[in-house]
Nanobody
Framework: QVHLVESGGGLVQAGGSLRLDCAASGSIFSMNTMGWYRQAPGKQRELVATITSGGITNYAGSVKGRFTISRDNAKNTMYLQMNSLKPEDTAVYYC???????????????WGQGTQVTVSS
């Protein structure tokens, strides 16, 4: 079993910064793409950013230039540095990861429980 735990959410004023962490633990042989998603009240979950095991990143247009995704493969941890936050960034942020539990296993996608980010105007 694999567990993803997000941390670092909270309340911040517009223009402020937060850093989210996502720590993976459990039966991990390797992890492929990891990502951050968010879901605002009444809206569908949307992609924020992804990062491959080799460090290739992809961002939603709404956060490009403000958010930075990174990962530490040795620690099985992913980060999301969020700068110049806006009220519209308010949402529950979820991390996910494609994880393989053995050298011959398949990759499965796991999700964290989410962390609330609230940006006040």
């Amino acid at each position: 079993q694999v567990h993803l735990v997000e941390s670092g959410g909270g309340l911040v004023q517009a223009g402020g910064s937060l850093r989210l962490d996502c720590a993976a633990s459990g039966s991990i042989f390797s992890m492929n793409t990891m990502g951050w998603y968010r879901q605002a009240p009444g809206k569908q979950r949307e992609l924020v950013a992804t990062i491959t095991s080799g460090g290739i990143t992809n961002y939603a247009g709404s956060v490009k230039g403000r958010f930075t995704i990174s990962r530490d493969n040795a620690k099985n941890t992913m980060y999301l540095q969020m700068n110049s936050l806006k009220p519209e960034d308010t949402a529950v942020y979820y991390c996910n990861a494609d994880v393989r539990g053995s050298s011959i296993g398949y990759f499965f996608k796991y999700w964290g429980q989410g962390t609330q980010v609230t940006v006040s105007s």
